[in-house]
């Protein structure tokens, strides 16, 4: 059971042209979104997070979006760079019971921004 | 800086041994870490919560007596892949959360560990 969906597997912009990448959950229950940045054969990297008492979360370049009656969820990158080509994870958190939030990861979706 | 540091980033070995994979938390004392599991071009699947001084909770599915975890210092957690078979081959990655975690406080990831059982 996927509880969060990312079903662009890639995606490829042109340098300084926009990317969006999407994100789809299913349980209304996930009270916050990350989204992270990877590259091969390395860790996540933390890039922008949501609450879903917001609709929008706006950090230099990247922008989150949360549509929560849709469940849908985008991050915008503008202009993009080719130094944004990586696998663009999304996320989402619920409490636990306790102090600790556990992260449910979407699939991923590989960006590539052409020269 | 790196917040968090695993080790060893690659192991390669035979069908049967146990690895051990250590996962540290450079900046703070860190209560809760996280170890996660990526097959290729699939996702990162949590396996367990490690908490410091008591036992670590599994996630569904995963076998606790096959991947160990102590979580024995506030700095310091790790995994034992025990008696392992080329279908535990996979890229293990641990995060770690700060003992005052908000909710908008993200986890930190390390670099994470290649394992490849032969």
């Known amino acids: 059971d996927q509880q969060v969906k990312q079903n662009s597997p890639s995606l490829s912009v042109q340098e300084g042209r926009i990317s969006i990448l999407n994100c789809d959950y299913t349980?209304?229950?996930?009270?916050?979104f990350l989204w992270y940045k990877k590259y091969p054969a390395e860790g996540p990297t933390f890039l922008i997070s949501?609450?879903?008492?917001?609709d929008k979360n706006e950090d230099g370049r990247f922008t989150v979006f949360l549509n929560k009656s849709a469940k849908h969820l985008s991050l915008h990158i503008v202009p993009s760079q080719p130094g944004d080509s990586a696998v663009y994870f999304c996320?989402?958190?619920?409490?636990?019971?306790?102090?600790?939030?556990?992260?449910?990861f979407g699939t991923g979706t590989l960006l590539a921004v052409q020269p | 800086g790196a917040v968090v540091s695993q080790h060893p980033s690659w192991v390669i070995c035979k069908s049967g041994t146990s690895v051990k994979i250590e996962c540290r938390s450079l900046?703070?004392?860190?209560?809760?870490m996280f170890w996660y599991r990526q097959f290729p071009k699939q996702s990162l699947m949590l396996m367990a919560t490690?908490?410091?001084?008591?036992?670590?909770?599994?996630e569904q599915g995963v076998e606790k007596d096959k991947f160990l975890i102590n979580h024995a210092s506030l700095t310091l957690s790790t995994l034992t892949v025990t008696s392992a078979h080329p279908e535990d081959s996979s890229f293990y990655i641990c995060?770690?959360?700060?003992?005052?975690?908000?909710?908008?406080?993200?986890?930190?990831f390390g670099d994470g560990t290649r394992l490849s059982i032969l």
């Open positions: 995060s770690v959360t700060s003992p005052r975690a908000l909710l908008n406080q993200p986890q930190h």
């Open positions: 349980n209304s229950m996930f009270d916050y």
């Open positions: 949501i609450s879903s008492i917001k």
């Open positions: 996320a989402a958190s619920k409490k636990d019971g306790g102090a600790t939030n556990k992260l449910i």
């Open positions: 900046d703070f004392q860190a209560t809760t």
């Open positions: 490690s908490n410091e001084g008591s036992k670590a909770t599994y």
